[in-house]
T-cell receptor, first 116, second 110 residues
Framework: GAGVSQSPSNKVTEKGKDVELRCDPI?????LYWYRQSLGQGLEFLIY????????KSGLPSDRFSAERTGGSVSTLTIQRTQQEDSAVYLC??????????????FGEGSRLTVL | GEDVEQSLFLSVREGDSSVINCTYT??????LYWYKQEPGAGLQLLTY?????DMKQDQRLTVLLNKKDKHLSLRIADTQTGDSAIYFC??????????FGTGTRLQVFP
């Protein structure tokens, strides 16, 4: 596809279970971002991958959260032992840092996570 | 710290102007952005302004930047129902890492 693709679009899980959220960025985009959108909290930065550099993990809220980006393309955000406060929409974005407009991020439609 | 603040809601009548305000904290921001999120969709870049500019106009959109007060605003002229969305301002800190505000939900009524 032409845009950023995320899956699943909706995920309902029980407290304590692990979840994996997947992001397929736009082909050729070297930068990939994960944000979390909670009601009334805006967009919270989680993690940022740029090429082969070490990821910026400064936004991950706890050690239950981790993310990988394999082969410089697809990324997986993993939340272990989910808690109710993890319920949110998780947004992935990618950008072309080699030639595109600085700061123009292309977002997916998000994965809505509900922890019961 | 990195904090970008916006009011949460704005309600305007169709045809009126809308002004969405944002305050940011990092004076070293290079660019400032406005993103739009329509219902059920991801965010899309609406417009941006370079930090050495005071104003940028793009059709119905006017961006004003007051660097001294670290204040950014987005004015939408002749607001239409299709403008109903959540508007996020954002600043770039380390080149392409963006910090977003809380978002302002704009509701346009007939």
């Amino acid at each position: 596809g032409a845009g950023v693709s995320q899956s699943p679009s909706n995920k309902v899980t029980e407290k304590g279970k692990d979840v994996e959220l997947r992001c397929d960025p736009i082909s050729g985009h070297t930068a990939l971002y994960w944000y979390r959108q909670s009601l009334g909290q805006g967009l919270e930065f989680l993690i940022y991958f740029q090429g082969n550099s070490a990821p910026d993990k400064s936004g991950l809220p706890s050690d239950r959260f981790s993310a990988e980006r394999t082969g410089g393309s697809v990324s997986t955000l993993t939340i272990q032992r989910t808690q109710q406060e993890d319920s949110a929409v998780y947004l992935c974005a990618s950008s072309d840092t080699s030639g595109g407009l600085l700061g123009e991020l292309f977002f997916g439609e998000g994965s809505r996570l509900t922890v019961l | 710290g990195e904090d970008v603040e916006q009011s949460l809601f704005l309600s305007v009548r169709e045809g009126d102007s809308s002004v969405i305000n944002c305050t940011y904290t990092d004076s070293s921001s290079t660019y400032l952005y406005w993103y739009k999120q329509e219902p059920g969709a991801g965010l899309q870049l609406l417009t941006y302004i370079f930090s050495n500019m005071d104003m940028k106009q793009d059709q119905r959109l006017t961006v004003l930047l007051n660097k001294k007060d670290k204040h950014l605003s987005l004015r939408i002229a002749d607001t239409q129902t299709g403008d109903s969305a959540i508007y996020f301002c954002a600043e770039s800190i380390d080149t392409d890492k963006l910090i977003f505000g809380t978002g302002t939900r704009l509701q346009v009524f007939p």
